[in-house]
């Protein structure tokens, strides 16, 4: 009966600790889910892996080891203590004297554990962050001959987590004897004193074996409380990242008014931003009314604030002074749900998924769309060429990021994306540039069909893939210098003549 009650205490205790570790997994992957770009911006992948993943397990080892012991324990304490009290107080309270230097020492320790388990958390996070540029650049490694210092770099920060994780046992095994050696200078005086009042017959033998006994019993229960410190200090310390983490504020989303199909005029006002209240200006009071239908290039030198200004109009982030409207209405008093259902982005950093082809394409519609109208997608970005010599086509898995395929596929996987979304508002960021000739000027000619009756801004290196566009914006340390037709521009003979000048000689000389 024993054995079965045991099996059956213990498997309900730990289905509560998956629970919770469950729970908490859920809560912050919903929480990641909410946060604004910025907060992306300045932490990396490792460190917050390191919270789903280490810290969740800390706060789990907390709420079943730890707690286990302290009810088992505590009680079996409380109850000696309080056996002792009804054998002989004066005896009991004189064992007590020892509480207040028990109370010191764990407080002294707990302080410091705390403090550890905290610094080895962010240890933790930097040793995943680690891992993760490694597994990411694998292929700059071997090609640069990065193994030795990589090597090394990783042996640094793991053999920083293994010190600290020596102090952290160090500091817990060094309170327990510190703790028992109170508790046994309290037994020789209990004993002592005890033999004083045996002496004068104010205490009878089975009176003191029994006082004696419960002191005895104490030390086990006081021992394992002091080990459990340690695995409590440390839940609590992931505890407080954790909900340090879900206390972070979520993208601001206080726009109410709702908008179906929008036309797509877009109007920029004196929009300026930077990314941090210290840092300089990389969009200083940009100006442009842009007409439904249009298409605007973005040009200009790199770091001049294209990809910037585009990051602004689905609010990725807020401009610091000015203000964006979408058919007239400021995008800030729109939902963002709202606002991005009307948008379809195409960036130069192509993002897919571990999963099928279709997966990837049926992002752009909420995973709603046919297998004709991924295919009609995939056709309009001539991937389906493609797309048919895989293995199980469009049911094809493509690896992390689509590494089972060329840069040149991957792009046109998410062109295909954004042209199933059919937004009426395209945000195309060099969304040619890992293609080869003959594959851009099919994918040209798509996205030139797809820009009919749709408002569209197109950033791009390569000036002679937007000669077509309405207008042309030249961008130069955040600010536009220069707006108008490519004939127009060039005529002017400023910016973007040389730039487009410059583009043509390095094409000249590289043929």
């Known amino acids: 009966v024993r054995g079965i009650t045991d099996f059956i205490g213990k498997l309900a205790m730990d289905w509560v600790a998956h629970r919770v570790v469950m729970d908490l997994r859920n809560a912050l992957f919903a929480k990641l889910l909410t946060l604004p770009t910025c907060y992306f911006d300045d932490h990396s992948a490792g460190n917050l892996l390191s919270r789903l993943t280490y810290d969740v397990n800390q706060v789990m080892t907390a709420t079943t080891q730890a707690l286990v012991s302290l009810v088992k324990d505590g009680l079996s304490v409380i109850g000696l203590l309080g056996w002792m009290l009804y054998l002989n107080w ?5 064992a007590f004297l020892i509480a207040p230097g028990i109370a010191l020492i764990m407080r002294l320790v707990s302080r410091r554990l705390r403090r550890l388990s905290r610094e080895l958390q962010e240890l933790m996070g930097d040793l995943n962050h680690v891992i993760d540029e490694v597994l990411q650049g694998h292929k700059v490694i071997r090609i640069f001959g990065g ?6 770099r990783f042996h640094r920060v793991n053999n920083r987590v293994r010190q600290f994780n020596l102090k952290l046992a160090a ?11 109170l508790a046994i200078i ?16 104010q205490i009878t033998v089975g009176g003191f074996v029994s006082l004696f006994g419960a002191m005895a019993m104490l030390l086990a229960p006081i021992k394992r409380l002091t080990k459990v410190n340690e695995h409590l200090q440390r839940g609590l310390a992931a505890a407080e990242t954790i909900f340090a983490l879900l206390d972070e504020p979520p993208e601001p989303d206080q726009g109410a008014q709702a908008i179906g199909r929008a036309q797509g005029q877009i109007s920029f006002h004196q929009v300026s931003h930077r990314y941090r209240s210290d840092g300089a200006e990389v969009i200083h009071k940009f100006n442009l009314e ?88 995939a056709e309009g970005a001539y991937a389906m060429e493609f797309i048919r010599e895989l293995p199980q086509g469009l049911h094809t898995l493509i690896g992390e990021n689509g590494a089972r395929l060329s840069g040149g596929q991957r792009q046109r996987l998410a062109i295909a994306r954004a042209l199933l979304k059919n937004a009426p508002i395209l945000i195309l960021d060099e969304a040619t540039s890992a293609l080869d000739t003959q594959s851009e000027r099919k994918v040209q000619q798509a996205l030139d069909a797809l820009r009919q009756g749709r408002t569209a801004f197109v950033i791009a290196h390569r000036l002679s893939t937007i000669e077509n566009a309405d207008r042309i914006v030249v961008l130069d340390r955040g600010g536009m210098v220069e707006i108008g ?24 000389d590289n043929d």
Do not use: W
């Not at 004066?90 to 004189?94: C, D, F, P, R, V």
């Not at 037709?485 to 094409?507: D, I, K, V």
């Open 90 to 94: 004066q005896l009991s309270l004189m």
């Open 171 to 181: 500091l817990s095994e060094g309170s327990g004897p510190l703790v028992q050696l």
């Open 485 to 508: 037709a490519h004939l127009e521009l060039l005529h002017r003979n400023g910016l973007y003549a040389s730039l487009y000048q410059m583009q043509a000689q390095n094409a000249k």
């Open 290 to 377: 842009v007409q439904p239908g249009e298409t605007i290039a973005l040009v200009g030198p790199s770091g001049s604030g294209k990809t910037t200004l585009m990051s602004l109009l689905p609010r990725f982030y807020e401009p610091d002074s000015g203000e964006i409207r979408l058919d007239g209405v400021p995008i800030r008093e729109l939902r963002l749900a709202d606002l991005r259902a009307n948008l379809a982005y195409v960036s130069q950093d192509i993002v897919l998924f571990n999963d099928t082809v279709a997966a990837n394409i049926a992002y752009g519609a909420g995973f709603k769309a046919s297998e004709s109208q991924l295919i009609e997608a």
């Open 186 to 201: 309290a037994l020789g005086a209990v004993i002592y004193f005890a033999a004083l009042q045996s002496a004068a017959n």
């Open 147 to 152: 193994q030795d210092y990589e090597r090394e």
